[in-house]
């Protein structure tokens, strides 16, 4: 292990200005985070100070020992990534990176293997559960030089979006947990820790094995799907071009019968309203738990109402006295619209980013539901039901040999259709349930995305760290 010592004087001084504000920093470049990389691009970190810490001056109270690591995770469509840098982001501001620097923190990049990582000989080296496996490893080289490194390992904050907001809440309720032990051990990951503090993701891509229903339970009575196509890398970023499409009679009469599984899956969860009811749904998809999912949409409305952001009420909005109490969830799940044809996440032909994240090492795309595997029209065969496990952080919260951090922030755009929002509400519900402490909002207008709301992230992270 004596290669994954931490080297302090291996380093860079950099300064940027964006905003008209400057920041100055140390980088520690590329660090491979494990003693026997299969992808050593994309299995390492950058470890990002600011620079006032080495002439003991402080920022915000935090200091070269004491200050916060914030920790964010790039990835997106579970593809490989690399460390996220200081600069620009879409809107053209300070990236979360730059303002965390900006505040104090210490930034810890990591980099990961993707599904569509190959080495020479064609094998695949970044099949599920690579993704996850990395990024613990990442938090473990952290904790296993937590006297050289800059910064509090006690207080790793996570951050991600879409499968990086998946793999966010992966690493906040799967800490220590003894499943990923033989493969970080074959990934050559350090002995120490790998749980975290507090744990933010948007629009977490999760609970893939139930997604498939959880989609048709809202859409299934749509027939028009609009998404977009990735082309691959531009100039400006990535190049997105329109794939819509209307959904077969076959994929209709799918996309009914699926729905009908989801009740089954809500009831046998067991969930529970704040006030100790029970969250349930009959035979058609009617009932409490439905009930619970427009009471966010609702607040999501009020609270863009509050700020003058809701320029037009919808007609399927019901209000009174100035505020929404009612929507016709129907009504709206035809304004947000269906982005995925059935099935969305296990597609039958093998087509999806999921197909390709659970493939193997030989064998590139698999199912991994058994409904999808049962009617595969691909002869798809199925993935290791383990390894679909350890990518669902709702297979953790119930599990006393996982380290769950305690808080955690959850946001997901009202009108994002990448995953039913029942994902992500059933995600908070049961993470409050066993005990954590969740900022969950649905913010009006946003679709996928995350990072919006930058100044509001860095608060709540403000909030949690004084706990
Ligand atoms: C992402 C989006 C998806 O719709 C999906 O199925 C998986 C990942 C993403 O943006 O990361």
């Known amino acids: 292990m004596g290669k994954l010592i931490f080297d302090p004087s291996n380093y860079q001084v950099k300064e940027m200005t964006i905003d008209g504000i400057t920041i ?3 980088v520690f470049a590329d660090i491979v985070y494990v003693a026997k990389p299969l992808e050593p691009k994309h299995q390492s970190l950058n470890i990002y100070v600011p ?3 080495y002439s003991g001056e402080s920022i915000n109270g935090c200091n070269i020992k004491n200050a916060p690591i914030f920790f964010p995770i790039t990835i ?7 460390s996220d840098q200081p600069g620009s982001d879409r809107r053209n501001s300070r990236n979360a990176t730059f303002r965390a620097l900006e505040k104090g923190f210490v930034v810890v990049a990591p980099g990961a293997r993707g599904r569509v990582n190959k080495n020479e000989e064609g094998v695949f080296t970044g099949k599920a559960p690579a993704c996850i496996v990395d990024l613990k490893a990442a938090i473990r080289y952290l904790r296993f030089n937590k006297d050289l490194i800059p910064g509090d390992t006690d207080k790793i904050i996570t951050n991600g979006t879409s499968a990086g907001g998946a793999l966010s809440s992966l690493l906040g309720a799967t800490g220590n947990h003894p499943d990923y032990d033989l493969y970080l051990q074959e990934a050559g990951a350090c002995e120490a820790e790998d749980h ?10 999760t609970n893939l ?36 499409g209307v959904m077969s009679d076959d994929q209709l009469k799918v996309a009914e019968e699926i729905r009908r599984y989801f009740p089954t899956y809500i009831n046998e969860l067991a969930l529970y309203d704040g006030q100790g009811k029970q969250l349930v749904l009959d035979q058609d998809g009617n009932g409490t738990f439905k009930e619970y999912v427009k009471s966010f949409v609702v607040d999501s409305m009020n609270a863009a109402n509050e700020v003058g952001s809701l320029t037009v009420l919808p007609a399927w909005a019901v209000s009174e006295a100035g505020r929404i109490v ?13 982005m995925k044809p059935t099935l969305a996440f296990d597609a039958l032909d093998l087509s999806t980013g999921e197909n390709d994240l659970f493939g193997t090492a030989s064998i590139e795309r698999l199912h991994f539901t058994s409904y999808a595997f049962g009617h595969s029209e691909a002869k798809g065969g199925m993935a290791n039901p383990k390894i679909v496990k350890m990518l669902n952080p709702m297979s953790y919260l119930d599990d006393d040999k996982a380290n769950m951090a305690k808080y955690w922030r959850i946001r997901h755009g009202a009108v994002d259709r990448d995953t039913s929002l029942a994902i992500p509400v059933i995600l908070q519900n049961r ?18 995305g995350g990072d919006y709301d930058l100044d509001e ?5 403000e909030q949690v760290l004084k706990k």
């Open 51 to 53: 620079e006032v810490y």
């Open 76 to 82: 997106g469509g579970y593809m490989p990534n690399v």
């Open 326 to 338: 009612d929507i016709d969830f129907e009504s709206y799940v035809q304004f947000a619209t269906r």
């Open 24 to 26: 100055e920093y140390r």
């Open 209 to 244: 094995e139930n997604a498939d229903m959880a989609y048709e339970w809202m859409y299934y009575r749509l027939k028009d799907y609009y998404k977009l196509k990735f082309m691959g890398i531009g100039e400006d970023g990535p190049i997105m071009v329109p794939d819509n």
């Open 431 to 448: 993470l409050t349930d066993v005990g954590a402490s969740v900022d969950f909002h649905l913010p009006w207008g946003e679709g996928h």
């Open 457 to 461: 992230l860095f608060a709540w992270m």
């Open 196 to 205: 975290v503090y507090a744990s933010s993701c948007y629009c977490p891509i």
